[in-house]
């Protein structure tokens, strides 16, 4: 079966450095990808990792360890609008998509 | 256009009616998914068509009901629904290239109430 643990709930202040943790337990990688969705809102994609390393996009950055089963995203120089919900994914045979739970963000001021 | 749209965005029926959720994109795509997403939880995939086929039914009830009458829109028919059936129903494509990379697009979707 295919399961994606992440943490609930992250706060952080504007400018912080923020890392969103994921492992996996998956028949068949095809790779990690990671979503954001703000509230009320459609999910949009962020990045993607098929192999072990960074992809950095911006202010994002995700990483994967396949070996470790471990993947994370990392938010920099926060702002106000990337308070929104994160999701890890991953995509079997078939284009299913499996999301973890969600990393609901929080930025303060 | 990298847009997937959704009609409507709010939808609020009894238990004895019939309603149809649409779902419309205009990139080529020739894969097209129904998620369910009930608050604060992750979507879960309902269904997939690809190439117009209906390739995976996640064990959904058949009250409700999928349709693909083209590669751009793909409607979800629903009736006799549950209230538990209250969520946001979210529609996404993707070119279905085979490749590990193929990038699922999402709509806004339609919050339905189920009276």
């Known amino acids: 079966g295919q399961s994606l643990e992440q943490p609930s709930e992250v706060t952080a202040v504007e400018g912080a450095i923020v890392q969103i943790n994921c492992t996996y337990q998956t028949s068949g990688f095809y790779g990690l990808s990671w979503y954001q969705q703000h509230d009320g809102g459609a999910p949009t994609f962020l990045s993607y990792?098929?192999?072990?390393g960074l992809e950095e996009t911006g202010r994002f950055s995700s990483f994967l360890s396949r070996s470790d089963s471990y993947g994370y995203l990392l938010l920099q120089e926060l702002q106000m609008k990337d308070s929104a919900s994160y999701f890890c994914?991953?995509?079997?045979?078939?284009?299913?998509?499996?999301f973890g739970g969600g990393t609901r963000v929080l930025v303060k001021p | 256009d990298t847009e997937v749209t959704q009609t409507p965005k709010h939808l609020v029926m009894g238990m004895t009616n019939k309603k149809s959720l649409k779902c419309e994109q205009h990139m080529g795509h020739r894969a097209m998914y129904w998620y369910k997403q009930k608050a604060k939880k992750p979507p879960e995939l309902m269904f997939v068509y690809s190439y117009e086929k209906l390739s995976i039914n996640e064990s959904v009830p058949s009250r409700f009901s999928p349709e693909c009458p083209n590669s751009s829109l793909l409607n979800l028919h629903l009736h006799a629904l549950q209230p538990e059936d209250s969520a946001l129903y979210l529609c996404?494509?993707?070119?279905?290239?085979?490749?590990?990379?193929?990038?699922?697009?999402f709509g806004p979707g339609t919050r339905l109430t189920v009276l």
């Open positions: 990792n098929a192999l072990d």
């Open positions: 994914s991953h995509k079997a045979a078939g284009n299913k998509l499996t």
């Open positions: 996404a494509s993707s070119q279905d290239s085979g490749l590990r990379t193929d990038t699922q697009y």
